[in-house]
């Protein structure tokens, strides 16, 4: 079970330092851009690290008992400044491109509805909705510790779980009924503040098949901490299936 | 394609292929009804589909999105009735974007005559 829960579901271990596994291209992206920026964050710190430690060496009071009197140099001015403000422009282009990525909604295949309450997820599915008051809806809370089964994560598990396809477009509208609230997946790179009064759309497109699972990350009240997230991607039929399942229900 | 993925196809694909020649005809009308009949098996037929990206609302926020679909609904209801093919699009497009409290409320306001919309 302790395999299962490490190998096959997207979820927080115990004393983790990275990353979860991505499953969505822009999880992908932020990962990537992580990596690139604690490369260059790594090189600043040496470069600095090493003509700090170079200038404590050579120029103290031992070494030089008479000081040094310049105060201008024109050239390496211009050098420390201009360096700094291409190595931000270097961050700033894949990091804007990053973030317009995350934005970009391509032709949605399915619409998922999260609606935030004290302290559960309403999740609703309306594309199938023939009236306006029926339809697909589900709430969506934690199971408590006294219930759960072997193999299920404390304080992570839910009741009902969202089901979305794979490899397909999703969108996602968030919003909250009474307080703040917000819909974070690490493993989707997804957090979308829900906010009541406001429909905030984020897009998804899961790459594989798996169980992804996030917490609410808002503070939301006292039970803040128990209105987990699961996501089960399935493969498109599965979905078609389960839809037609719970509509029969 | 795989948007308008019915269940059952590719059994359909294989069993075109193992059919003779000969018979073309009579495997077709085979092939139709079961098709009819395998259509009918599910009360409800799903089909992947969604209210589309508009260009009208590129923001985060979506709530005009709805709510202009929802009032589009109406214009559209009030002008060519309610079952009208035509308001459809607008029908499925609200019910995908709205929270269904929202419409609730809107729904209830609308019965009483104090929604701010104009239909």
């Not at chain 1, 829960?5 to 932020?30: K, N, S, Y």
């Not at chain 1, 600095?48 to 105060?71: D, Q, S």
């Not at chain 1, 697909?136 to 969202?162: C, I, K, T, W």
């Not at chain 1, 790459?207 to 699972?213: A, D, H, N, P, S």
Request: with cysteine; aromatic share 12%; glycine share 4%.
């Amino acid at each position: 079970m302790k395999l299962f829960r490490e190998f096959l579901c997207d979820a927080a271990e115990p004393w983790q330092l990275g990353f979860q596994d991505p499953a969505t291209p822009v999880m992908e992206g932020i990962i990537e851009l992580h990596h690139d920026l604690m490369f260059i964050l790594a090189f600043i710190l040496a470069f600095v690290m090493w003509i700090l430690g170079r200038t404590l060496y050579h120029f103290n009071a031992e070494r030089n008992p008479v000081p040094y009197k310049i105060t201008h140099g024109t050239l390496i001015e211009i050098v420390w400044t201009v360096t700094p403000s291409l190595i931000l422009i270097l961050i700033a282009l894949p990091s804007f491109a990053l973030l317009y990525s995350t934005e970009e909604m391509v032709d949605p295949a399915v619409t998922l509805k999260a609606v935030g309450h004290q302290w559960y997820w309403v999740y609703e599915y309306s594309d199938y909705n023939t009236s306006d008051d029926e339809g697909l809806a589900f709430e969506s809370y934690m199971v408590a510790e006294d219930d759960l089964e072997p193999g299920q994560l404390r304080l992570l598990e839910v009741d009902n779980r969202v089901v979305l396809p794979v490899q397909t477009h999703i969108r996602v509208i968030i919003t909250a009924a009474d307080v703040l609230h917000s819909w974070a997946i690490p493993s989707l790179g997804v957090k979308c503040d829900a906010i009541p009064g406001r429909l905030n759309q984020v897009s998804l497109f899961i790459k594989r098949e798996g169980i992804f699972y996030g917490q609410c990350s808002e503070l939301c009240g006292v039970n803040h901490g128990f209105m987990p997230i699961v996501v089960e991607s399935v493969p498109v039929d599965d979905y078609i299936q389960w839809v037609t399942n719970k509509l029969e229900e | 394609m795989v948007l308008e993925w019915i269940f059952g196809k590719a059994v359909h694909c294989e069993e075109e292929a193992v059919a003779e020649p000969v018979e073309e005809e009579a495997v077709e009308e085979a092939e139709a009804q079961e098709e009819e009949a395998e259509e009918e098996e599910p009360a409800v037929e799903v089909k992947l589909g969604t209210t589309p990206y508009d260009p009208r609302f590129t923001t985060t926020n979506q709530a005009r999105h709805c709510y202009t679909r929802y009032n589009e609904f109406h214009k559209c209801a009030a002008e060519k009735g309610e079952d009208a093919e035509d308001c459809k699009f607008f029908q499925k497009a609200y019910r995908s974007m709205c929270p269904s409290i929202w419409l609730e409320k809107w729904n209830e306001e609308r019965d009483a005559g104090t929604f701010a919309g104009r239909y």
